[in-house]
RNA sequence: GUGGGCGUAGCUCAGUCGGUUAGAGCGCCGGAUUGUGGUUCCGGAGGUCGCCGGUUCGAAUCCGGUCGCCCACCCCA
């Protein structure tokens, strides 16, 4: 037989080190960010009773679980989102807590869809929610939280929007332009999908759900036209419209005084698909429009009761890592990848290497990362390897150094090098400072950063 | 799940009215260079032309199937 090969299953990702230094980026990124506003890191199992979403998640998400039957004839599935989880392990456990939670979790997920660009079979989300307080005030500060997610990697106002919009407020209108309260799920879909679907299907999908003239031209004038002033001045005779416009006022009122009002835009389309958001919803996307959506999420005050727990308010929003390392790619905002060596020992000849490791093994034991080569190679082949890693020093060691307990230490961006003795070299590190080992790159991307890498 | 496009070296691709040893650039390895790197020059390795089958004297090239990727629908991160 000869040998099988395997390769990686469709949808899935491998993560080399170049890549994984990408993903780091961004867990790195949302970490910060989401701690800076005084949420706590959570997580829980990949695998959950399939119940838990087929009783909760509408049919879209049941036909992409992964799921299967374990061992012990349990009917499991690979989480497809984390939001069950969190109202799982709420349900149980909230009862005790200080209210609000401000909870986050760096989910890896998984649905079984066919995979194409920004869409996989797994993914890893930034999950952040905060649970127990129903005021605008906790709205403005997810979304406030998913826009700093997304400002932290480096892209700004001309890169991305959030566009917002309030499923109360959807209702309201729908009853005031006489569309039937059985009609209005029918309705948010066409709503969802008028994007896509352009002006003339959207008025056919209108007129097919037996709305009349006025209904559907009132609609179809929103959806093309969604802005706030639009709205305020078509429902400027409608108190109940009005008075449902005043929780996002206010919402927006606090993200210009946090200094985002120009990432946020009203957008009437923007009303979500599943079931279970009651308020404020929104969705982040890049400003070009050649990508899907970057991140989504709204306020769902009735799930964790559903779930069991005590009935609390909450709000939150998912942002997947697969759209927005496109969106980082397109952009330059890849980082370059930092070196991975501080110091590379070089030995002139076979005599000289176990003093050679000796002397590297103490400088890594005080922090400094340190490489040589693991053969016999020519002292050009070392420092070329030395240059290649991205070592700042090259520490020669030949006879003459050898015999007099000595180094020589090798500036390598300048070429300047000077002989010290190996107690020194050990004590102080090969920049005579000890501070070559800490602290390098850790500032924010530049534009531009990315495709000068191999600039060796 | 439905429709369309595309699969040639590690990467980006050239090569098809069917023709004998399948190419380039980059990358990789080695040498020039046995105490001094980045440049340059020279050399080398690496391909069952996605896979299976069919047509043919002969298939990377034509046909069928299959798998994978991409795009659209659907929906969403």
């Not at 279970?276 to 009735?302: P, Q, S």
């Not at 005599?351 to 050679?356: A, F, K, P, Q, V």
Request: glycine share 12%.
């Amino acid at each position: 037989m000869p040998p099988q090969s395997f390769s990686r299953l469709p949808g899935f990702r491998d993560f080399v080190p170049g890549e994984l230094a990408l993903r780091n980026h961004v867990f790195e990124t949302w970490r910060r960010v989401a701690t800076r506003y005084g949420f706590h890191e959570y997580d829980g199992p990949p695998l959950e009773p399939l119940g838990l979403y087929v009783e909760k998640s509408g049919a879209e998400i049941v036909g992409q679980l992964y799921n299967f039957d374990d061992k012990g004839g349990r009917r499991v599935a690979l989480r497809p989102e984390m939001t069950p989880t969190l109202a799982r392990i709420l349900a149980e456990r909230s009862r005790g807590m200080p209210k609000p939670i401000r909870w986050f979790s760096l989910p890896q997920l998984f649905r079984y869809e066919r995979s194409q660009r920004g869409r996989l079979r797994e993914h890893f989300q930034l999950n952040v929610d905060i649970v127990g307080e129903s005021g605008v005030a906790a709205d403005a500060e997810v979304l406030a939280v998913a826009v700093d997610a997304v400002r932290g990697l480096g892209l700004g106002e001309d890169d991305f929007v959030a566009r917002v919009n309030d499923r109360r407020l959807v209702t309201r209108v729908l009853t005031a332009v006489g569309v039937a309260a059985d009609r209005h799920a029918d309705c948010l879909a066409v709503i969802d999908k008028a994007g896509r679907a352009g002006p003339d299907a959207t008025g056919a999908s209108l007129r097919a759900l037996g709305l009349d003239a006025g209904a559907g031209d009132t609609l179809g004038s929103l959806i093309a036209d969604g802005t706030w002033e639009h709205m305020k001045q078509r429902f400027a005779d409608v108190p109940a419209v009005l008075e449902a416009m005043r929780p996002l006022a206010e919402h927006r009122a606090i993200l210009d005084a946090m200094g985002l009002g120009g990432y946020v835009q009203f957008d009437f389309t923007v009303v979500r698909g599943l079931a279970y958001y009651t308020g404020i919803v929104f969705e982040l996307f890049d400003r070009a429009g050649e990508l899907r959506a970057i991140c989504g999420g709204g306020r769902y005050d009735r799930l964790l009761e559903l779930v069991g727990g005590e009935p609390l308010p909450a709000v939150g929003f998912g942002m997947g890592d697969v759209v927005l390392t496109e969106l980082l790619r397109d952009r330059a905002l890849v980082p370059a990848e930092a070196p991975a060596c501080d110091c590379y020992i070089v030995w002139v000849g076979d005599e000289e290497r176990t003093l050679g490791m000796s002397v590297g093994h103490r400088l890594r034991e005080s922090g400094c990362r340190v490489m040589y080569s693991l053969r016999s190679q020519g002292l050009g082949k070392q420092l070329k390897a030395a240059n290649r890693a991205g070592a700042a020093y090259a520490v020669i060691i030949g006879p003459d150094e050898a015999a007099s307990a000595s180094a020589t230490v090798r500036d390598l961006r300048t070429g300047a090098q000077d002989t010290r003795s190996l107690e020194s070299l050990i004590e102080h590190g090969p920049g005579g400072d000890r501070a070559t080992s800490l602290g390098s790159g850790t500032g924010p991307p530049s534009r531009g950063g990315r495709a000068e890498r191999k600039a060796t």
